[in-house]
Nanobody
């Protein structure tokens, strides 16, 4: 079992920045052996892919809607993944979730059902 705890959400104005963190614990495997992903769910909408990063800490992948504004990273020594969000827009308002899963391709990392463990989510609200 892996427990994931997100933090760093909050209320920010359009154009502002936030940095989300996701701390993992409880795994019997090395954290660096997992793929990691970020998803979000806005009110009345389906969960959508935001970003992912491979277990080797390279090849980050982003949804087109956040490319150039968001940066995913991970620190395997700290069992933590991050999502730096810049130039935030009202349409970025959502609950953000981190997830970990097996070593899969960037294409498969876009699919929420490929992940094994999920955090509880953190609210991000961008005011206009």
């Amino acid at each position: 079992q892996v427990q994931l705890v997100e933090s760093g959400g909050g209320l920010v104005q359009t154009g502002g920045s936030l940095r989300l963190s996701c701390a993992a614990s409880g795994s019997g495997r090395t954290f660096g052996s997992y793929s990691t992903g970020w998803f979000r769910r806005a009110p009345g909408k389906e969960r959508e892919f935001v970003a992912s990063i491979s277990w080797t800490n390279d090849s980050p992948d982003y949804a087109d809607s956040v490319k150039g504004r968001f940066t995913a990273s991970r620190d395997n020594a700290k069992n933590t993944v991050y999502l730096q969000m810049n130039s935030l827009k009202p349409e970025d308002t959502a609950v953000y979730y981190c997830a970990v899963g097996p070593q899969i391709s960037s294409l498969l990392r876009r699919l929420w059902n490929r992940y094994d463990y999920w955090g509880q989510g953190t609210q991000v609200t961008v005011s206009s």
